[in-house]
């Protein structure tokens, strides 16, 4: 029988578990002739590999966009996924769609990731609650205007920056020097060419909520249970911005804004994007900040959101792979069905992440089989690679992912906790109050101060 692949691009937990799920629907369905082709995938997925499963990692890298596409070309990729942002934002999904195979994922003209004021200027089209902004590319005007400005500003940058082309400023000094750094100094290079300067939402990051929303192309969408990230390094949301920390959902408490978030920012946006022709196609993913005055967009992104998208797996009923599927091909989709439960996704990093000078690389990870405990804790790799003598190794600064699933909250916390807290290597570091919000809002509406 003809061998068929399946293309998975990426090398963080969000690629691995999809690798994983997408595993357990061929053997599900006996499709032993399929190939997950992964590009370039990480510890884990080698793990799968040496250990029989139908998985293949392949030195490729998820920015390099040839590379990618001449792959998925060669093998007649029947279905390629995107983790990462780069790509699509760089035109992958306009060459494998123009080479007639399916993708999940946007076109380049709908990868608007790419551009934060593109974004601004779609959600004032379609009249999308978001931050007041201004847009600079003159260094000089911008911080004329953040004199006046009433503190705290955010000021972002246009273009991709791997997650750090974003600083809330309390004082104009600081709102003048991040200024000069992305626009002059250019530490983002030409992403920070042009400059938004926004109003700071009210909130605080126990109301920042993510919302994913599977589309098929064809104006079909399935919206995911809302999940809750965590971006700062530490407990109680302090130290530096990262790519997050750590995930919990469902958020609860989000249920009764979910028909305003539904009809005042998903579908206007699909809307909106569909205008030039075709609809967007893959993972839109809506970052909301829940203001006083409702919800509102801080941002949007193109595909799942890592690591929210392991704990929402982790409550998918649905065969995971059929959908990805249908929303590459434009089929149509099933009703999805969740675990009446919560999950909580921990993630562990390594020593010098969030940081200047990056991550430590190549300490011994142990303890992984330990704190595993299916269906209930599953481990998954991010940053890691594995060595000639087949041991776990730390290579990114988002080393595993702990994700658990009980039938409450405080039982989903304390497993993945308890879970991580077997995994070690040198440095290690994670937060422990992953989900801490939601347990505060059960508490508040139980009448405990
Ligand atoms: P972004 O890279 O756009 O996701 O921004 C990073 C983080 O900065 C977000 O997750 C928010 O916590 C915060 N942020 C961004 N824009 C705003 C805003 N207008 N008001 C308050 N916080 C913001
Ligand atoms: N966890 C945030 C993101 O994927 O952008």
Redesign the pocket.
């Known amino acids: 029988m003809k061998q068929e692949h399946i293309v998975v691009v990426g090398s963080g937990g969000r690629e691995a578990e999809t690798v994983s799920q997408f595993h357990q629907s061929l053997l599900r369905d006996g499709r032993s002739n399929t190939i997950i082709d992964v590009l370039p995938g990480n510890g884990g997925t080698r793990w799968m590999e040496l250990n029989g499963y139908q998985v293949r990692n392949h030195s490729i890298k998820a920015e390099d966009v040839a590379g990618v596409t001449k792959f998925a070309i060669e093998k007649q990729a029947c279905v390629t996924f995107f983790g990462p942002e780069f790509p699509l934002v760089n035109g992958s999904a306009d060459l494998l769609e123009d080479a007639g195979l399916a993708v999940f994922g946007p076109r380049m003209d709908l990868a608007i990731e790419g551009s934060k004021l593109r974004q601004k200027i779609l959600m004032a089209k379609a009249n999308i609650p978001t931050?007041n902004y201004r847009a600079f590319t003159d260094c000089y005007v911008a911080t004329n205007f953040v004199r006046n400005a009433p503190m705290p500003v955010?000021v972002?940058a246009d273009g991709l920056c791997g997650?750090k082309?974003?600083e809330?400023c309390r004082t104009f000094d600081a709102a003048a020097s991040t200024l000069r750094s992305f626009m002059l100094d250019k530490i983002h290079g030409d992403a920070g060419s042009t400059v938004l300067v926004?109003?700071?939402?009210e909130g605080g990051?126990d109301m920042?909520v993510s919302v994913l929303v599977f589309c098929n192309g064809k104006g079909d969408y399935r919206i995911l249970p809302c999940m809750q990230d965590h971006?700062p390094l530490l407990d109680g949301n302090k130290g530096p911005?990262t790519g997050g920390m750590g995930a919990w959902g469902p958020v609860f408490w989000v249920e009764r804004y979910m028909h305003f978030i539904q009809k005042r920012i998903i579908e206007p946006m699909l809307e909106v994007l569909a205008q030039g022709g075709k609809h967007f196609r893959g993972c839109l993913y809506a970052?909301l900040?829940i203001t006083p005055e409702g919800p509102k967009v801080?941002?949007w992104n193109i595909r799942p959101g890592d690591p929210e998208l392991q704990p929402t797996l982790a409550l998918l009923e649905n065969d995971f792979l059929d959908l990805v599927w249908r929303c590459a091909r434009g089929e149509s989709l099933p009703a999805l069905k969740f675990w009446d439960g919560f999950s909580v996704c921990v993630v562990l990093t390594a020593e010098g992440y969030g940081y200047p000078g990056g991550p430590a690389k190549n300490d011994v990870v142990t303890g992984i089989e330990l704190a595993q405990n299916p269906p209930n804790v599953k481990i998954i790799h991010a940053g890691t690679i594995m060595d000639e003598q087949n041991r776990i190794l730390t290579a990114g600064g988002r080393v595993v992912n702990v994700v658990a699933r009980e039938r409450t909250l405080i039982g989903a916390i304390e497993m993945a906790n308890a879970a991580a807290a077997k995994i070690d290597f040198r440095g290690k570091h994670f937060r422990t109050d992953i989900g801490a919000a939601g347990l505060r809002v059960i508490l508040q509406s139980a009448g405990v101060k």
């Open positions: 931050a955010v972002k997650g082309g974003v809330i926004e109003e700071f939402l990051n920042e971006k911005n970052g900040m801080v941002e």
